[in-house]
C-alpha cells in the first residue's frame, strides 16, 4: 500500500515536471562556485566596483536608495518589508527575493523574466518603482562624472562606464555572495551531528510526509520551475498572474518560481507578496494543502498534509538548518 502511494506521488510529479521541462534534482552540498559566463570573467578589481555599485545610493534617480536598500546585508540580502518600498515611497507589487546565491539560479525574478545577473541588475535602475530612473544613458551620464567611477570602469574594463558594464561589475559582485557550508550541507557530506535529532526528522519529513522536495529540491532546494500554491494574494496588485505575464501561455496564471530555501530563516516575509511572517505559518499553509487561487492552475501535488504538532516543529527545524556562513566582511561596507 505505502508502495503504491509512493508510485503515484511520483508518477504526478513527472507528469508536473515534464510538463514544466524540469525535473527533480538531486539533493546535494552548494557546489563550492557558481558558474561564471566567459564574457565576465571575475576579477578582485571587478567584483570590488560592483561591491560599490551595489551599495551606493547614487544608482538612483535622487540619490535615495542603492540595491541595499531592498537587499539588506542583514535581513539575508533581502527585504524585511512585504513588498519592497522604492524612490520616494512608491511600493512595488512583490518581496524581494535574497541576492545569496542567486548565482546559481539559471533564470532571475518570481517570474524568471531575466536570464542572468548581467540582465537582472540593469532592470532595477530604470523600474518606476524602483531606482526610477528615466533611462539606462541618464544613470551612466551621471556616474561618467564621478571621478572614482570614472577612474574605476577604465582601470577594470580599459573603457568608459557603459550599461553593460554596469551590469557586469554587479553580476561579479553577487557571484560571491554564496553561503556555503550550513549544517545542512556538513550532514550531506557524512557529517551526521551537524543536523539536531529534531532536524534530521524534519529531513525525513521534507522528503517524505511532507512533500516538500517535489518542488524543492537541488543545490538551491528550488526545482527552478513554476507553481501555483494559492498563496493569498496581498498588497498592491489585486491579482498577480505571475509566470504568465512573461509566457503568455494561460497554463503559467498565477504561478511563481519555487522558491530557493537556503537562508530562509533570514529572509521573512515569505512567498511573492510576502503573505506570511513566519515559517511556521507557511508549513501550515501547506499542511492544509495550499490556498485558493483565482485560476485553475492550482498545482495538484498540494494536498492536505495531515502533520502532528511535532512534526511541524521537526520540519521547521531543519529549515533552520539551511542557513550558510554568514557573507564574509569583505563583503560589506
Ligand atoms: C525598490 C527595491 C529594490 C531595489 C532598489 C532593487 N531590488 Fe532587486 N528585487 C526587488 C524585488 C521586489 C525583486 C523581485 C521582483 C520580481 O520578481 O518581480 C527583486 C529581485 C532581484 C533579484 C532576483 C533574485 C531571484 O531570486 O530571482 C536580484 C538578483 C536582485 N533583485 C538584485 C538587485 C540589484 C543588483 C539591484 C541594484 C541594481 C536591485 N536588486 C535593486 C527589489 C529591489
Ligand atoms: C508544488 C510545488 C511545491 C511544494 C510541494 C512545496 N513548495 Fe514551497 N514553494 C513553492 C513555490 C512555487 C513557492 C513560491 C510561491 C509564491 O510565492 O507564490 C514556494 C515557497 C516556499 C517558501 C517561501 C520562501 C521565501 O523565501 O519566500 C518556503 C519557506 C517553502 N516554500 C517551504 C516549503 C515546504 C516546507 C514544503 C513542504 C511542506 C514546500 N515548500 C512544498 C513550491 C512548492
Known sequence: MKRMIALSIVAVALN??????AMAQPLVPLPPSPPVPLSNLQTPAKVALGKKLFFDPKLSVNGSISCAFCHMPKAGFADPRPVSIGVGGKRGGRNAPSALNAAYLDRQFWDGRAGS?????????????EMENPTN???????RKIPFYHRSFREVFGGDVSIDRIGEAIAAYERTLLTPNTP???YLMGEKKALSPSAQK????????ARCV????????TDQSYHNLGVPQMGTLSTDVGRYAISHDPADKGKFRTSPLRNVALTSPYMHDGAFKTLKQVVDFYNKGGGKSPFKTKDPLLQP?????QEKIELVDFLLALNGETVSQKNQP
Open 16 to 21: 508536473g515536471w515534464i510538463g514544466e521541462k
Open 202 to 209: 524534519g529531513f525525513l519529513l521534507f522528503k517524505g510526509k
Open 117 to 129: 545577473l548581467e540582465e537582472q541588475a540593469i532592470g532595477p535602475l530604470t523600474n518606476p518603482v
Open 305 to 309: 498534509l495531515h502533520l502532528t504538532k
Open 214 to 221: 517535489l518542488c524543492h529540491s537541488g543545490a538551491l532546494l
Open 184 to 186: 545542512y550541507d556538513r
Open 137 to 143: 544613458q541618464s544613470v551612466v551620464d551621471r556616474l
